[in-house]
């Protein structure tokens, strides 16, 4: 079995203390493998192909569902009515929000066909995604449920916070480039960190290896789901 460094002999020496970073640091070298990985270095430049984009913008829609229930249950197993409200809004937003839109207009430029919008065949790693997804979900363990909302936003920012230089003039990549940067996305991150910082170090042992163990899944489903992305 692996050894890991428990989290607080390994904030003693550490440059950011903090429970997210802990979580974070000891999912390397996966965690650098996603935010760097060449199909997210592809969409910031641009040149992803069409059929590779809609690949995965297709499986990426097949999440909607489970993440707006996931946001749900963040909702219902918040401690603090503070932690609820940010949640809350967010909910809101994912259920009426661009993002939708953007799916819609990027799958029709893509060629996808209605088919492919309503039932696609679901890759392997987008059943265990979406199965980890309601597993949290059913858990309405707060912090799992962090755990794993901390994974699909951070990593995301990761990557596009990446592009440099003007961004793609194609609305397919750029607007997917901008729905995960910007002031409000970075604050959301913060946010969940924010919420793992707070509760992290007040958890005994085992309930930070099981968000550990959450957290870890996730990013190696992260860097499936961009591999499968460039399969052929």
């Known amino acids: 079995m692996e050894?890991?460094?428990?989290?607080?002999?390994w904030r003693a020496g550490a440059a950011d203390p903090s429970f997210s970073e802990w979580l974070r640091?000891?999912?390397?070298?996966?965690w650098t493998a996603v935010v760097n990985h060449p199909f997210a270095a592809s969409i910031t430049r641009g040149d992803v192909p069409d059929a590779a984009m809609r690949r995965y913008l297709i499986q990426d829609l097949q999440f909607v569902d489970s993440f707006t229930a996931l946001l749900g249950?963040?909702?219902a197993s918040a401690d603090t009515f503070e932690s609820r409200v940010p949640f809350g809004r967010f909910l809101g937003q994912t259920a009426t929000?661009?993002?939708?839109?953007?799916f819609d207009r990027a799958l029709e430029a893509l060629g996808a066909t209605p088919g492919d919008l309503t039932s696609p065949r679901l890759e392997p790693v987008t059943e265990e995604f979406r199965a980890l997804m309601d597993e949290a979900r059913r858990s309405l363990d707060y912090p799992t449920v962090l755990a794993l909302l901390c994974v699909a936003e951070w990593s995301y920012l990761?990557?596009?916070?990446?592009?440099?230089?003007?961004?793609?003039?194609n609305f397919v990549h750029r607007e997917w480039i901008e729905l995960h940067e910007g002031p409000e996305f970075?604050?959301?991150?913060q946010f969940i960190r924010g919420e793992l910082d707070r509760l992290g170090p007040r958890l005994g042992e085992e309930e930070r290896l099981r968000v550990l163990d959450v957290f870890r899944?996730?990013?190696r489903l992260e860097r499936r789901f961009f591999d499968m992305a460039t399969e052929s």
Request: glycine fraction near 4%.
């Open 158 to 169: 990761g990557w596009a916070s990446r592009a440099t230089g003007p961004l793609p003039r």
């Open 217 to 219: 899944r996730a990013v």
């Open 3 to 9: 050894q890991v460094v428990p989290y607080d002999e």
């Open 25 to 30: 640091s000891l999912s390397e070298p996966e």
């Open 97 to 102: 929000s661009e993002e939708l839109t953007y």
């Open 73 to 75: 249950a963040a909702v």
């Open 186 to 189: 970075r604050a959301w991150v």
